[in-house]
């Protein structure tokens, strides 16, 4: 197991040599966002998928595989984001989810505050005492999840349940670095937002298979 230095060490080079993408993505990401929330068009929802199929897909490959060291990023972390990426392409073509604004205002509050959560990632890295580029950015493994998660959790019943439990593994893992591990307490969010996700399947189960049936 690597140590916290090394941890925020190997984020710090990731950060330096993709920031472009980074930015690039997460533009892309924000103006798709309200394009979904507002006009709801297909063509909205396929651009969604494609750019949190990328961003699986990127980390996956980038993050894990060339820029992490050691087995469990090359066997398991790698794989799942892998999986994930592919889901949500061949959700594109099955169009089982349909991200949307809940209807429900206590939805719509909470969804639109996981996004905002996303979105301070860095913000929250920063209080605690970090700087760039040794931040989670909104493009890193765990904001990322954390989005995908706040987006298909407001989409219930409109969801492929094979995308949204997927997301959950990795979501869930995040309780260690909730507890202390690499000083990354902003993971806390990561987690709170994988018990969210568990609970919203668990209460939309029934709806969801109607609905894909």
Known sequence: MMTTEEFWSQLGTYNTATWHVQVAWTA????????????????????????????????????FLLFSDGPVYDFFFAPLFFAVAILFI????????????????????????????????????????????????????????????????????????????SLLPWALMGLPKCLGVYQCHEDCVLFAAGVYGLVMLIVGWRAIGRESA
């Open 90 to 165: 061949l959700d594109i073509f099955v169009k089982r989810t349909a991200f949307s604004l809940p209807e429900n205002r206590w939805k719509r509050y909470i969804t639109l505050f996981w996004i905002l959560l996303w979105l301070l990632y860095p913000l929250i890295g920063l209080a605690l005492g970090r700087g760039f580029p040794k931040v989670c950015t909104p493009m890193n493994p765990c904001p990322v999840t954390v989005l995908a998660i706040g987006l298909t959790a407001a989409a219930i019943p409109r969801i492929d349940r094979k995308s949204f439990i």
């Open 28 to 63: 892309a990401v924000i103006v798709i966002i309200c394009m979904v929330f507002t006009r709801r068009t297909a063509w909205a929802n396929i651009s969604m998928k494609v750019l949190l199929s990328f961003a699986f897909a990127w980390n996956g490959a980038v993050y």
